[in-house]
């Protein structure tokens, strides 16, 4: 009854977002005086989606084997936690938790967007409405998440046991909170293309969704790389694989939009641009949607490939993003030019950033893509790696982080005073960190170099915005400012000490024996079998000293039964200035085992830093909601 | 902005949709073309695999005919799928040659004695340095070398029914 109940919900919310999508367009009385009805609406559609969505949570939660998504894609024997993470950890759940997300967002726009005006909001709420249709549709004509299977198995078929991992439980819905943040950004801007409001105001009204989204996006990606390196057993922190790729260029197009909308919502100033990146980060969420899911792309993610899926995906996308551009190209012409600033200003600072980052985007996105166009064109198979990504979109990643030495503390419209003395402090601290590199460390690369410079320099040019300032009247988005930028000097100093002092080991080992790395001594004790919930393992037992501590590293070769698979478990050992990474490989013919190991100094601040910048984008965005409102504000209740 | 660039993100929408939309109606190719086709054998020299049966080196390859060699091992069950073909394309008379990969001799004298042996001689290659010179990544593969040494032919995984005209024209065609 609960998955009939669950498609009967879904079908409902779909007709809901059909009414909401009617009465956006005039049918049902004038826009504008029609805005409590689509408000009304689009709040049911949001709670009976979501009805939908607690449906499928709970046949997982109750392993209904009688539920062919649950029978495929988890097992009774499993841990609770994974049956819970189980709901999304597949196509058509995660679907139905995309499409959840995109109704409540718009559920909350009609809720709590009080400042734009009716007919903006009617239209932006209308095209909100038109995406939830879309997807609906998908869910019901190509990925039903109730089918029922008759006759129900005993028991079900399990999970991707790499999946199987508090990691996942998390990872997937953070990402998608994020990607599916970023279409209350463009249902606006839709909004204001149609209705010709391009101002401040609907950039005021987008902020709190971008920063959102984007403070989610970046746990996702942080979270996703860290569980990719300690899962995997690569050593690795990012691979340039599609997959992650698909994540990081809306990350990219949504920081270049949260830049930008802070100068069209406090001078008015890159109306068009700003609209163009408010679509172009939600068709890159998009994008990055259909391919993870239609498998049209070579990746290490494995997931389900259908092409019919995949072409009602690429349909759905061709259809909204081209008629968002189509409309951006027939109606930007009348959108009014802001206010006029010069180079020097706060405002070009931000030009600069946006430029970079949207640089940085198409590189990813060329070289994301670039297989599938040249094989099309000439029938080369290829594949594109870290050294293109690495060597074209670092070095211009180095540059922005070099500007945000300057930018942040860079005045509106015109900044007259020199800016040298500004940026003194942090010229200085990347001149003595170059010349101790070059002294100490003449062999690393001069990306890491650079990039050890640049982040020690950031370190305190990222805190000068606060000079001159109260602290205790200092806004949280300024706050929020300055974690943030602290948070990428960490971040890159992180990266740059990973990549120039990373030592690596691999060696055959017998028990007993001893192998250096890094500052460590690890000797190879034992390999030992155990036996886990639903998996048994081989064990290595390695004791690690160096100096007076002496730490226990227990590498695992896993094996999971249901569905047979071996995954390795790393051993890490966290010390505040790095990471020592054990991985057990497979026996030698002499009676020994093949042993892996890293010792990473401060790889750590990567992901420290990705936290660091969630916080600043949090505590940014709760200065943007929690700021005192004008007098009388809340007078006006909901529906109202 | 500048209004001829209005459209242009429309355009790359439409280029990136039409890229995606000929990969979805044109399925997959999933054949990995050798880069080996066309190079003359590496040089190796491999002992017999099992006992009273020759070893394998280059030099017994490229003596003017075309020659089959067929790499597996006796712990791939993949091998014992073909083993019927193989001795099908020996009663053709093709003559095959096989590299064993990592094995061990008794193992792979039972392995001939259940599935038949359609090979003249066997090498034993028990770190796969032959296998891998050869651009072999797997087992089982069948390469066709012709009468000058020169691969002409690779198939890589089991050999399958449909699979065996193509092989005989290959090796025709390597004469």
């Avoid at chain 1, 690569?234 to 990081?248: Q, R, Y």
């Avoid at chain 1, 910048?613 to 709760?622: E, F, H, K, M, Y």
């Avoid at chain 2, 190796?44 to 030099?59: E, M, R, T, W």
């Avoid at chain 2, 593969?141 to 198939?155: L, M, P, S």
């Amino acid at each position: 009854m609960i998955a009939e109940a669950g498609l009967a919900a879904l079908w409902l919310a779909a007709a809901l977002a059909a009414l909401q999508l009617a009465l956006a367009c005039g049918l049902g009385g004038e826009q504008g005086k029609s805005i409590r009805a689509v408000r009304a609406v689009a709040v049911t559609q949001g709670l009976v989606t979501l009805i939908a969505f607690a449906a499928l949570v709970e046949l997982f939660l109750r392993s209904d084997m009688s539920v062919l998504l649950v029978a495929e894609n988890s097992h009774s024997q499993k841990p609770w936690l994974y049956k819970f993470a189980g709901t999304w950890g597949n196509h058509e759940g995660s679907m139905l938790l995309w499409v959840t997300v995109l109704a409540l967002a718009g559920a909350i726009v009609a809720l709590f967007e009080r400042r734009l005006d009716h007919k903006t909001l009617g239209a932006s709420l209308g095209a909100q409405a038109l995406l939830a249709l879309g997807f609906f549709a998908f869910l019901l004509i190509a990925s039903n998440p109730f089918e029922r299977l008759d006759p129900a198995p005993l028991d079900g078929r399990g999970l991707n046991p790499l999946l199987q991992d508090p990691g996942l439980a998390f990872h997937p819905p953070t990402l998608y909170l994020g990607y599916v943040g970023l279409s209350v950004a463009f249902s606006l801007a839709v909004g204001g293309l149609i209705r010709g409001n391009v101002g401040p105001a609907i950039a005021r009204a987008m902020r709190p969704w971008i920063l959102a989204a984007w403070v989610l996006l970046t746990l996702g990606i942080t979270a996703g790389s860290y569980w990719a390196y300690y899962e995997l057993g690569w050593g690795g922190w990012w691979f340039w694989d599609p997959v992650e790729n698909a994540s990081l260029m809306p990350w990219l197009a949504a920081t270049a939009l949260l830049h930008s909308v802070n100068v069209l919502a406090a001078r008015g100033g890159l109306r068009a641009w700003t609209m163009m990146l408010a679509l172009v980060a939600f068709s890159m969420s998009m994008i990055g949607t259909f391919l993870v899911r239609s498998g049209i792309l070579t990746s290490v993610h494995s997931f389900a490939v259908d092409p019919l899926r995949g072409t009602f995906i690429l349909a759905l996308l061709a259809l909204y993003i081209g008629a968002a551009l189509a409309l951006f190209g027939l109606r930007i012409a009348h959108v009014k030019e802001g206010a006029p600033f010069e180079i020097v200003s706060r405002e070009g600072g931000l030009v600069a950033n946006n430029l970079l980052l949207s640089v940085i985007l198409g590189i990813v996105f060329v070289g994301t893509l670039y297989p599938l166009v040249a094989e099309a064109l000439s029938g080369d198979k290829l594949s594109v790696g870290p050294p293109y990504f690495n060597s074209v979109a670092s070095p211009l990643a180095l540059v922005l982080a070099a500007l945000m030495l300057v930018g942040p503390q860079l005045k509106w419209r015109r900044d007259a005073k020199p800016v040298l003395p500004r940026v003194a402090p942090g010229l200085l601290v990347a001149a003595a960190v170059l010349i101790a590199t070059v002294l100490l460390a003449p062999n690393i690369g001069l990306l890491p170099r650079f990039g050890l410079a640049i982040g020690a320099a950031l370190l305190p040019a990222s805190l000068l915005p606060l000079i001159g300032r109260s602290l205790r009247r200092t806004p949280l988005a300024i706050w929020g400012m300055v974690l943030a930028h602290t948070g990428v000097a960490v971040a890159i100093l992180g990266m740059a000490s990973d990549s120039a002092f990373t030592q690596e080991k691999l060696t055959a080992v017998r028990p007993g024996e001893r192998v250096a790395v890094g500052p460590w001594l690890v000797e190879f004790r034992d390999v030992l079998p155990i036996a886990g919930p639903n998996w048994t393992a081989l064990e290595a037992e390695l004791r690690a000293s160096r100096g007076s501590g002496v730490t226990v590293l227990n590498p695992q070769s896993r094996y999971f039964a249901e569905p047979p698979t071996t995954t390795n478990e790393a051993a890490i050992d966290t010390s505040w200035n790095g990471q020592l990474y054990a991985v057990l490989g497979e026996p030698t013919d002499q009676g020994g085992w093949q042993l892996r190991l890293w010792w990473k100094p401060f790889v750590t601040l990567i992901w420290l830093g990705g936290f660091l910048i969630a916080c600043g984008g949090a505590l940014a965005l709760a200065g943007r909601v929690f700021r005192r409102r004008p007098q009388g504000f809340y007078r006006t209740g909901p529906f109202v | 902005m500048n209004r001829s660039l209005r459209f242009l993100p429309l355009l790359v929408l439409l280029a990136f949709v039409g890229a995606v939309a000929w990969r979805l109606s044109s399925p997959a190719d999933e054949k990995i073309e050798s880069k080996m086709i066309g190079r003359t054998i590496p040089a190796f020299a491999l002992a017999p695999a099992v006992p009273g049966k020759a070893g394998l080196s280059s030099k017994d390859l490229g003596s003017g005919k075309p020659r089959m060699i067929n790499v597996f091992a006796s712990w791939c069950v993949p091998c014992i799928a073909e083993a019927p073909l193989l001795a099908e394309l020996k009663a053709k008379g093709i003559p095959i040659d096989a590299i064993a990969v990592r094995d061990r001799p008794a193992d792979v004298a039972e392995f001939l004695a259940q599935r038949g042996d359609p090979f003249e001689r066997i090498g034993a290659d028990p770190e796969s340095r032959a296998q891998l010179a050869l651009g072999s990544s797997g087992v089982p593969e069948t390469f066709i070398v012709d009468g000058a040494g020169i691969i002409r032919y690779q198939h890589m995984g089991p050999i399958e029914p449909d699979d065996l005209p193509v092989l005989v024209a290959q090796w025709e065609a390597a004469k």
